[in-house]
């Protein structure tokens, strides 16, 4: 079990001290709290991963370009080139 690169002995370790500073009282309302607080960050982490999603795929859509509308002055034959200029 590794959560946060945090093993099994060290969450052992931060749970023994958590419940000498607190006590036994308040420990399940930290921890309810702690719960809800990560439930919220991983809720916004996929909200944020969604929408960037969705933009990356709005931005992909409208920048396409279509191959006919691809004309370039190079690819342009040079008569061609020299009466635009013109």
Not at 20 to 36: D, T, V, Y
Not at 48 to 61: D, G, I, P, S, V
């Amino acid at each position: 079990m590794n959560i946060f690169g945090i093993g099994l002995p060290e969450m052992a370790v931060i749970l023994v001290l958590a419940l000498l500073i607190f006590g036994p009282k308040k420990l399940p309302e930290i921890g309810s709290s702690l719960g809800k607080a990560l439930k919220g960050f991983q809720q916004a982490s996929r909200e944020f991963e969604n929408e960037f999603k969705r933009e990356a795929q709005q931005l992909e859509e409208t920048t396409k370009i279509k191959p006919e509308n691809n004309s370039t002055v190079a690819s342009r034959p040079k008569e061609e080139q020299i009466n635009s200029i013109d």
